[in-house]
């Protein structure tokens, strides 16, 4: 069985920083990437990010493109997404996410079969 099990949110202030993490367990195929999504209060869930796992195709949302980095350990199995420079609109429940398949799409709307459950961040202004 597949899970994925976030950790690391909390409350920050703006301008702050954050690390969060994501440990994937239950793959039996070395193929697939992962993903950080979130869904803002009232808001639909938006993709942020997504990587394979050599990191031949890493992504990002616009709006968080040089302020979030995305990595992975493959030996911890372990993905973590690196926020700095926090703003209020970064508020959200932060979810990670894996599809069996060997690249992400450059064009967004990534699409995950397997969900953790959230961490949830909150950026006070």
Known sequence: ????VESGGGLVQA???????CVVSGFTR????????RQAPGKEREGISCT???????????SVKGRFTIATDNGKNTVYLQ????????????????????????YGFWTMEYWG???PVTVSS
């Open 1 to 4: 069985e597949v899970q994925l």
């Open 30 to 37: 070395n193929d697939y990437v992962i993903g950080w999504f």
């Open 83 to 106: 926020m700095n420079s926090l703003k209020f609109e970064d508020t959200a429940v932060y979810y990670c996410a894996a599809e069996p398949t060997s690249h992400c799409s450059p």
């Open 117 to 119: 459950k959230g961490t």
């Open 15 to 21: 301008g702050g920083s954050l690390r969060l993490s």
């Open 52 to 62: 394979d796992k050599n990191h031949d195709s890493t992504y990002y949302l616009g």
